[in-house]
């Protein structure tokens, strides 16, 4: 049982640019959250998606969009890199039926914005 | 003040004795709970979640869940140095992860 899946692992942007990051959540999951972790802080909440729209959203700004598809799938999108925006990001799935409500994370991709 | 706060440590403890990580919350329509761990460059992990008021155990790992004092706390019995890592308490109004608001962690030191 695959769990939750993001790719890059990885990336370099330079400011101005525009980035996607990808998640496929944990096999029955239905729900992905996505969330900014800058070094030595705790996941900040970006957005989170459900029945392929978004059903929440933190205090980030417009240039912070998403996306999720019929297969459950999500994407993050960041337009007109800033500096600031060099982080962790993290994707989460969860369902929103069932007893096992708890959300599982994938393993990140580090952006660096230069 | 923070939605969540956790006590950033770090916390040094010898291997084998009980670590105790306390974390308190702002919002009281909170209703689930949850402690993640994270080992440095990785992603965090879930160990523990609590939906309801008292103790719930699981292996090494108790939660405790005090909602009138807007209070949870995870010991870890038997600590081990492979224990070492960030601890990161989260909260959230509604099951499946909604919106869960995270705390800034609390790195733990398990000394051999």
């Known amino acids: 049982d695959a769990g939750v899946t993001q790719s890059p692992t990885h990336l370099i942007k330079t400011r101005g640019q525009q980035v996607t990051l990808r998640c496929s959540p944990k096999?029955?999951?239905?729900?992905v959250s996505w969330y900014q972790q800058a070094l030595g802080q705790g996941p900040q909440f970006i957005f989170q998606y459900y029945e392929e729209e978004e059903r929440q959203r933190g205090n980030f700004p417009d240039r912070f969009s998403g996306h999720q598809f019929p297969n459950y799938s999500s994407e993050l999108n960041v337009n007109a890199l800033l500096l600031g925006d060099s982080a962790l990001y993290l994707c989460?799935?969860?369902?929103?039926?069932?007893?096992?409500?708890?959300?599982?994370f994938g393993q990140g991709t580090r952006l660096t914005v230069v | 003040q923070k939605e969540v706060e956790q006590n950033s440590g770090p916390l040094s403890v010898p291997e084998g004795a009980i670590a105790s990580l306390n974390c308190t919350y702002s919002?009281?329509?909170?209703?689930?709970f949850f402690w993640y761990r994270q080992y440095s460059g990785k992603s965090p992990e879930l160990i523990m979640f609590i939906y309801s008021n008292g103790d719930k155990e699981d292996g090494r790992f108790t939660a405790q869940l005090n909602k009138a004092s807007q209070y949870v706390s995870l010991l870890i019995r038997d600590s081990q140095p492979s224990d070492s890592a960030t601890y990161l308490c989260?909260?959230?109004?509604?099951?499946?992860?909604?919106?869960?608001?995270f705390g800034a962690g609390t790195r733990l030191f398990v000394k051999a």
């Open positions: 989460a799935s969860s369902s929103s039926t069932g007893a096992g409500t708890e959300a599982f």
């Open positions: 919002d009281r329509g909170s209703q689930s």
């Open positions: 096999s029955g999951h239905d729900t």
């Open positions: 989260a909260v959230s109004r509604l099951p499946g992860g909604f919106k869960t608001i």
